[in-house]
Each structure stands twice: as structure tokens, then as C-alpha cells.
């Protein structure tokens, strides 16, 4: 044993816990149960290892205790289906946990993946495979994930324990799907941690709430399902979309917490470690026939990471990257973004005539980034009145604070210049 | 995403002169509320939910000279409408929303049918969607 610093303790236990869990789920079958077992081990050692060290073998001990955790909640189970329904029996796993021991643990390297795919299961809606996520396979309490959303823990709490039910309803096995079903499977995964990474990269704008970093959080899973799923360039696409857009973090927001869009940013500030890492990555991954939206998508973060200077920016290749995507994506903001990428190389003319052909479609006529792209095409080409129209239906539009704060000093900018 | 879903009662009744209710109607009301408020932590929606006191407990403040608060007491004869209590919820999509304001909207009156209390349902600004980035 050897005393422990509980900010590693805390670490330490976050990447054991799917290890913990996917022996114990192997072994027991009932996820839910065993996942309510793994975070009371979690909890008894967050408390015991910063005072008295961490043991020799920290996930034997964890398995071993939410193995105990578990048995005492069979048996309680058990006692009370032979109260009531008199039957006898239930003996088995009782006995088979009765006998573990720590040394029984067997990690196994396919776990953090199984317990991804389980946790991120079409039955569950978005919402609550984010929150089971974070919880079962991320290691992080229910009162960490409440406060990361700003929901009450009680309501977390209920979320995460619906998401288990619609687990225990689908009766999904606990072992790896195959061809098809795991490709599906896999993107749903995939979507869940880029929602995670999301919701931390853009929430952290202005406010450091004392709160779990929720784009750290996604980065770190994603490593490990970029272990688990070597084969897959996807995977390692969106963890280079990760990385290099979190490189640009510290420099995505002022003073005042005001965002800075990228042709302002100060890009000395743009942490070099990750945009290296994450090129390499991206590289390594497109070098694959198989090519996704993650991986162009990481390729037009990287385009923007490498130059110097805005000027510098290779827009023709963004351009042309945006329109690979746009054949295998039919989101719109694809198109949006294509059209701004266009103006850059072709001239404004020629980015407005694509906005109009994209505003054909009446949802997207007057969605606010249609307004806000067309606001900012609209200032490049000089015409600032148009500009300042469409500026302030972006921002009445936007479901964004800082958004729309943003917005809101684009079109007071242009306003203050005309009077 | 999450709304705040604001339960505005007409000024001239005040508070459906819930006082002079029957207590039955008066409990079942009470009930419809709890319940509702229950059902939206399990359902692992609800973010917050309270009650505020009387209109005329209320004052408006202003910065004043110096930086001390100015206050007007009420009632506020010019107010239409006033905001009795709030829920924010926590849901999938709007239409979720909305199915629960108008939930909220049936709490039960004097008479056990719905009061039919209007709830303004406006969003609360956050993190842009990932769809829309």
C-alpha cells in the first residue's frame, strides 16, 4: 500500500471502472446489478485509498468488493422472491459469489467496448446512453453527471437507472455484435461520445463551473474505444476531431468569456501537442480506404490547425473536403458550411448562390445558420445593411447563449459603422 | 434541451380564489401538482420546480442613487398576468415540452375539471445542438 493523492485516486479509479464492470457483468449477467455494485466499490475506495493507499492490486480489490456488494443484493433479491412467491432455489449464483475471490478477476481487453455498445443501445433515448455512459463505463458519480448537465442528481439518478431498465427490456447478451449490427452499433457509440465531447466543448464557453470536464471526459473514452477498435479509422477520425478542436480551446473564448471566431483567434495559443497528435492521427486513419464523416470532418479541423495565420488557410482544400462530406452526409449544415467555404475560394457571389439553392428547402429558409452564414457573407461582400438584417435573426434564432451574444456584437459592430 | 415552462395566472381572479375552494378540490389540486412533479423526476426530466409567493408580497426594485435598491410595493395594477410558479424540464425535443406544459395546464379546478391555466413554454438558451454545428 502506498499513500495516494485523491485527484489520482479519482483518475485511477475512473479507468479501472470498466474493467471492474465488464468482468463482473461477464460473470453475472445482470448489468444493472452489477453496474450498482461497481459504483459502491467506487465510492468505498474513493474514500479508503486516499487515506490508507492504494492496494497492491486496485482492481482485484475493487471486483472483489462490488462482487461482495453484489451478493449481498442477490441474496436480499432472493430472500425476498422465496418470501414471496415461496420458491426455493436462487442457490447457484449465491454460491459461485460466495466463492470468488479477488484473484478470480479477469479483465478482459474487449470490455470497455462491450460495455460502450451496451450503454449506448438504440433503445435508450440520447439523453440517458450519455448519462449511462459517462456513469458505467467513465467512472463518474451520478452527482458528477447531474451537475456536468446542470440537472438535479435525483433526476440523474432516475435517468440512469431508466436507461438500465430499457437495457434489461431489450435483452441485449452481453457479448459483441458482428458484421452489420456492429457497424451500427459502433456509430451509435460514436455519436454518444461526440455528444459528450460537445456538450463539454461548447458549454465551457465563458463559466468554469466547478464541474467534471466533460470534453476531457469524451477524449479519454474515445482513446480507449480507439484501443478496443483499432480496425476502425472512424473511431480513430473522431478522436483526431477531438483533439483538434480542443487544441483550439483556449483560445475560443475572451476575457469576458465572449466567443472568438476562428479567423480572430490567437493562434499561438492553440496547444501544438494535440494539433500534432491529432494530425498524425487523422493521416494515419485517411491512409484507410474507408472513408467516414468523423475523418473529414478531423481533416478540416486539421486544414485550419496547420495555418499559421487565417490567410494561410488552405480554403480550396477545405472546400473540397466539405464536398467529399456532403456526398455521405444530408446535413444541412454540411451544405452551410460548404457554401462559406465556397465564398472563400470562388468569391461571395458564388457562396450566396449556394446558400439560396440550400434555403430552397422552407426548414432551412429561415434556420438561424442560414442567417448567420449568409450575415457573414453578406459583411464580406461589403452590403453591411443586409448584414445586419440577417445577424440579428441568427441571434434571435440561436438556442446558444454565447451564440447569440456573438451574434448580437457582429450586428452592433455593423450598426455602429453605419451611424 | 430545456425549457422553463411558466404557469401565468389571470391577474383579476388571483389565484383562481383558490381559497375559497372546498378542501377536497383544494387537495386534489395539490396532488395533481406533486404528482406531476414526481413523475417528472422519474421520467429523469425535471430540472427545478417551484411555487412563488403572492403578487402581493411582491416588490420591483431599481438601482437608485448611491446604489440603494428602489422598491414599489404592488400590486401591480398594470400587470395582466402574473407568474404563480415554474418548472424547468430537461426533454428529448420540443413537442415534450409542450405535452407537459399542457399536463400542467389540466391541474384540476374548484369544480375537479381542468382549469386550463395558460403555461408559457420558452426555451432556455444553451449549448448549441451538435446537428446544428
Redesign the interface.
Known amino acids: 500500500m502506498s499513500s495516494a493523492h485523491p485527484r489520482s485516486v479519482e483518475q485511477l479509479l475512473r479507468d479501472l471502472t470498466p474493467q471492474v464492470l465488464g468482468a463482473l457483468t461477464r460473470r453475472h449477467r445482470d448489468f444493472a446489478a452489477a453496474e450498482d455494485a461497481t459504483q459502491e466499490a467506487l465510492l468505498a475506495a474513493s474514500m479508503q485509498w486516499p487515506l490508507e493507499g492504494v492496494p497492491g492490486n486496485p482492481a482485484g480489490w475493487l471486483y472483489k468488493i462490488a462482487l461482495r456488494r453484489l451478493s449481498d443484493h442477490t441474496r436480499s433479491e432472493a430472500a425476498r422472491r422465496r418470501r414471496e412467491e415461496n420458491i426455493a432455489g436462487e442457490f447457484a449464483i449465491e454460491e459461485m459469489l460466495m466463492q470468488s475471490t479477488d484473484t478470480d478477476f479477469e479483465p478482459d481487453q474487449d470490455d470497455t467496448l462491450l460495455l460502450l455498445f451496451m450503454c449506448c443501445h438504440p433503445s435508450l433515448?440520447?439523453?440517458?446512453a450519455i448519462?449511462l455512459t459517462l456513469r458505467a463505463v467513465g467512472g463518474l458519480t451520478t452527482a458528477e453527471i447531474g451537475k456536468a448537465?446542470?440537472?438535479?442528481e435525483?433526476?440523474?439518478a432516475?435517468?440512469?437507472s431508466?436507461a438500465k431498465q430499457a437495457i434489461k427490456e431489450s435483452n441485449t447478451p452481453f457479448s459483441l455484435p458482428s458484421g452489420q449490427e456492429r457497424d451500427e452499433r459502433l456509430d451509435a457509440v460514436m455519436h454518444v461520445l461526440?455528444?459528450i465531447f460537445?456538450?463539454g466543448h461548447?458549454?465551457s464557453v465563458g463559466e468554469k463551473l466547478q464541474r467534471v470536464d466533460l470534453s476531457t471526459e469524451a477524449i479519454r473514452l474515445t482513446r480507449s474505444l480507439n484501443e478496443s477498435a483499432p480496425d476502425s479509422p472512424e473511431v480513430a477520425g473522431l478522436l483526431a476531431l477531438m483533439l483538434l478542436t480542443e487544441a483550439r480551446s483556449a483560445a475560443r473564448s475572451g476575457p469576458a468569456g465572449e466567443l472568438i471566431p476562428l479567423d480572430e483567434q490567437d493562434r499561438t495559443r492553440w496547444d501544438r501537442a494535440l494539433i500534432q497528435e491529432g494530425v498524425a492521427l487523422i493521416a494515419k486513419a485517411m491512409s484507410s480506404s474507408l472513408i467516414g464523416p468523423y475523418q473529414l470532418q478531423a481533416a478540416i479541423a486539421a486544414v485550419h490547425d496547420q495555418a499559421a495565420t487565417p490567410e494561410q488557410t488552405n480554403w480550396a482544400q477545405i472546400q473540397n473536403l466539405y464536398g467529399l462530406l456532403l456526398r455521405i452526409s444530408d446535413?444541412p449544415?454540411v451544405a452551410l458550411n460548404h457554401a462559406v467555404a465556397t465564398a472563400m475560394v470562388e468569391g461571395v457571389e458564388a457562396g450566396l448562390s449556394l446558400v439560396d439553392a440550400i434555403a430552397q428547402d422552407t426548414r432551412l429558409k429561415e434556420h438561424?445558420?442560414t442567417h448567420a452564414v449568409r450575415a457573414h457573407l453578406y459583411e464580406r461582400a461589403g452590403k453591411h445593411h443586409l448584414a445586419l438584417e440577417h445577424y440579428q435573426r441568427a441571434a434571435d434564432g440561436?438556442?446558444?447563449?454565447p451564440?447569440?451574444n456573438y451574434l448580437l456584437s457582429k450586428a452592433a459592430r455593423l450598426s455602429s459603422r453605419r451611424s | 434541451?430545456?425549457f422553463m415552462l411558466m404557469m401565468n395566472v389571470p391577474h383579476d381572479t388571483g389565484d383562481y380564489r383558490i381559497n375559497q375552494w372546498t378542501p377536497e378540490a383544494f387537495n386534489a389540486h395539490i396532488k395533481f401538482m406533486k404528482d406531476l412533479n414526481r413523475d417528472?423526476?422519474?421520467?429523469?426530466?425535471?430540472?427545478?420546480a417551484q411555487g412563488l409567493a403572492p403578487p402581493g408580497r411582491a416588490k420591483i426594485i431599481r438601482f437608485g442613487k448611491g446604489g440603494a435598491p428602489v422598491a414599489s410595493d404592488g400590486p401591480f395594477a398594470e400587470t395582466k398576468e402574473f407568474l404563480a410558479g415554474y418548472w424547468i424540464v430537461?426533454v428529448?425535443k420540443p413537442e415534450r415540452a409542450y405535452e407537459i406544459a399542457a399536463k400542467a395546464s389540466s391541474a384540476p379546478g374548484p369544480d375537479g375539471q381542468p382549469l386550463v391555466i395558460p403555461i408559457e413554454v420558452r426555451?432556455v438558451?444553451?449549448?448549441?445542438?451538435?446537428?446544428?454545428?
Open positions: 433515448t440520447t439523453a440517458s448519462a448537465f446542470f440537472v438535479p435525483a433526476t440523474m432516475q435517468r440512469i431508466r461526440y455528444l460537445n456538450e461548447t458549454s446535413n449544415m438561424y445558420r440561436t438556442s446558444s447563449l451564440e447569440r | 434541451m430545456k417528472l423526476t422519474k421520467s429523469g426530466e425535471l430540472v427545478d430537461d428529448e426555451e438558451l444553451g449549448a448549441p445542438l451538435p446537428s446544428e454545428g
